[in-house]
């Protein structure tokens, strides 16, 4: 039953008219209004088409929503309404009202099984579908199928996103909700870095003990070292000091060339000098038994033994001796455990760029920090051995150095040192040349090396006393001996001053980067405490156990919306604008456009042509034309106005897409009984099915007003 009234009042300017319904204001489920015009067939229906949202209901055709929103937006009319549309089959009850002429707000509500609700268009349109339609080019409609079919769509693909996006949240709920997993996780997770911190803290301690021996150690070794070098310098200064006194008339006079080439002979003496003497240090280490030839290394004269000048002289047969010693040395050890031993520190050297990298390595599923650790466990057994290794290698590139300085010192050097030397005692006055004193130039570089030595052992000095060892208070060499026979330092006995002082800044770089790791795993730590605690005050979210259900859901949603809400929408615009290029289809929209057309067919189902109906098998939307279930083909064009019209209007009521119908339509004059009955026989269905709630045909007539139940 539809129950109206309304109000309707028009400014002329020059007159004003009210206008109030002409026609029966109790109409059945289904009318038919016959009636001659201007007696409110299209103003009745425009006032319960604007009653159901029908402005803002985009599936209705430009021209009706004009007329629709003028109702509400002309100033020259004022209008108010109420109107009721109940139907017994669904137990429901629509109620429209428009009560203020002045003010725009229309009051929308549904009694449904005694409930009431207030609706808006998108909960309308949730349960209603509002088909309001006059005909209006009908060939060129029947073509526009696609649009009410892009209406259809856009619902789906909003409901769609609206399910994604209820997905999305409902995910989000759960978990920030209370998850048994993520907390047995973070336990484990709290387990393991209790037992990293443990690990890391005895490094950091174990480190710190041996970086303090090594410190003892280095320092020590080297303060006696350059103290015991310094008393030789001097030793050989007063030594030259005191010859010059007794020789004071032994001057010459050289030319500055000369002069400067025995200062660099010098230099390349003193220099050779002190690579034997680092050299030997090490060579005490490896070949303890080597007892005399290494007194005899120590106690050479380096001087005597370059200017003399022979081709096979102590120094080269001692460098000779000590390298074929060393070289068997490395000829004996294992191979395959200098392979092992040298894979274990490349990989950990390698690695220690990437600690900081969150990343856990495949296979062993570990930390990068953590697997260097057990690669440093393994390599400690080869430690020693490396050690032992390195120094080698290193004491014969030394003596290599020592070698190729001493072949140039006695091809290019000594002989020219002998030559200019050799002018000792010869007073050359009538020379302008400058007076040189070698033993005073020689005292001189001898100065200039103990200020440097002096100023080594002072830094050395200064190092044992952060490490609170004063050299003024305490037996140094004691506290060198003593340091150097503990078990700590056994790895460190084969290298040169450098390398040991490299080895205290790795270790210093080492204990930076474990306080740091400790720094970060206790502040982990304490997160984790705190994610624990703040997840056992919250509560399990009832669909806790079906978060991957939901999360895959979530997805496929998300896949579904891009497809239909993105991908069809725009091949259904580009249909509906006409702006397809049927030869750069892809194959997938060739698909959906066939698709397209077999779907409108089986909403049609039926299309009456000439004089006959035919059964429909596809509606090609791209070529305009029917294709029938005997494989004939009908162009649009092929149709009169009333059958496109027909065939249109049944397109339009065919699908309810799950919600309820009501249906307008007005001026139906142009379409006869032939082409208006499948129209009203598919209405009757849909209201015995309970699909239609109500609907009115209006129809032009030139008898008085009348009104036909369809049901």
Known sequence: MIKFDYKLEQDFKSRQETFKPLIPKELPDIALIEAPNAIGKSALLNILALGLFGAKNKAIHNLLREKIRDLLDSDSQKLTFNFEISNEKNNLRILSKKSDPKNKSISVKLIKDGKEETLSSETFNVDFKLVYDIPIDPIGRLKGLPQELREQQNRIGERAMQLNLGLGSLIEEIKKSRDPNLISKLQEEKKRIKSNLEKLENRFKNNKNLLFQLKKYTYSKFFISYQDRLKLIRKEIKELDKESKNIKSEKIKIKKEDSEFLEMADNEIYEIRNKISEVFSILKKLLPKEKQCLEVWQD????????????????????????????????????????????????????????????????????????????????????????????????????????????????????????????????????????????????????????????????????????????????????????????????????????????????????????????????????????????????????????????????????????????????????????????????????????????????????????????????????????????????????????????????????????????????????????????????????????????????????????????
């Open 300 to 711: 050479m004269d380096v001087e005597s033994v370059l200017m003399e000048a022979e081709e096979k002289d102590v120094m080269s047969k001692e460098i000779e001796y000590f390298e074929n010693k060393l070289n068997q040395i490395l000829r004996s050890q294992d191979e395959s455990k200098q392979l092992e031993a040298s894979f274990f520190r490349k990989l950990i050297n390698l690695l220690k760029d990437y600690r900081e990298l969150n990343i856990i390595i495949p296979g062993v599923k570990r930390s990068i920090s953590d697997f260097i650790e057990i690669l440093q466990e393994k390599f400690a057994p080869f430690e020693l051995f490396e050690s032992k290794l390195d120094g080698i290698n290193k004491i014969l590139e030394n003596l290599d150095s020592i070698k190729v300085q001493r072949d140039n010192f006695i091809k290019n050097i000594a002989k020219k040192v002998k030559g200019i030397k050799g002018k000792r005692g010869k007073t050359i006055l009538d020379t302008e040349e400058p007076i040189v004193d070698l033993n005073k130039q020689k005292i001189h570089r001898l100065r200039v090396d103990e200020g440097l030595t002096k100023s080594k052992a002072g830094e050395l000095k200064n190092n044992l006393i952060k490490i609170n060892f004063d050299p003024e208070g305490i037996d140094i060499s004691e506290l060198y001996y003593s340091v150097s026979n503990s078990k700590e330092i056994e790895i460190f006995k084969y290298l040169g001053e450098e390398e040991l002082y490299n080895k205290i800044n790795d270790l210093d770089s080492e204990q930076k980067i474990i306080k740091g790791e400790i720094n970060k795993k206790e502040y982990r730590e304490k997160i984790i405490e705190k994610e624990i605690e703040n997840m056992k005050k919250k509560k399990v979210h009832k669909y806790r156990l079906q978060l991957n259900y939901i999360d895959g859901l979530f997805k496929k949603t998300q896949r579904l919306f891009q497809k239909i809400g993105v991908e069809f929408q725009k091949n259904l615009n580009n249909l509906i604008e006409q702006e397809i290029d049927k030869k750069s289809l892809t194959p997938e929209q060739n698909e959906y456009f066939k698709r397209i057309g077999v779907y409108l067919a089986k909403r049609l189902k039926v299309i009456p042509y000439i004089d006959q109906e035919y059964k429909l098998k596809e509606i090609n939307v791209l070529d305009d034309q029917i294709i029938t279930d005997t494989e004939e083909i009908i162009p649009f064009s092929f149709f009169s106005t009333g059958q496109a019209q027909s065939a249109y209007l049944k397109g339009l009521i065919e699908s309810t897409e799950g919600r309820k119908l009501i249906v307008f339509l007005d001026e139906v004059s142009t379409m006869d009984k032939k082409s208006m009955k499948p129209i009203i026989e598919k209405m009757r269905n849909l209201y015995k099915k309970g699909d239609l709630v109500a609907g009115i045909i209006a129809q032009k007539s030139d008898k008085e007003i009348r009104v036909t139940s369809l049901i």
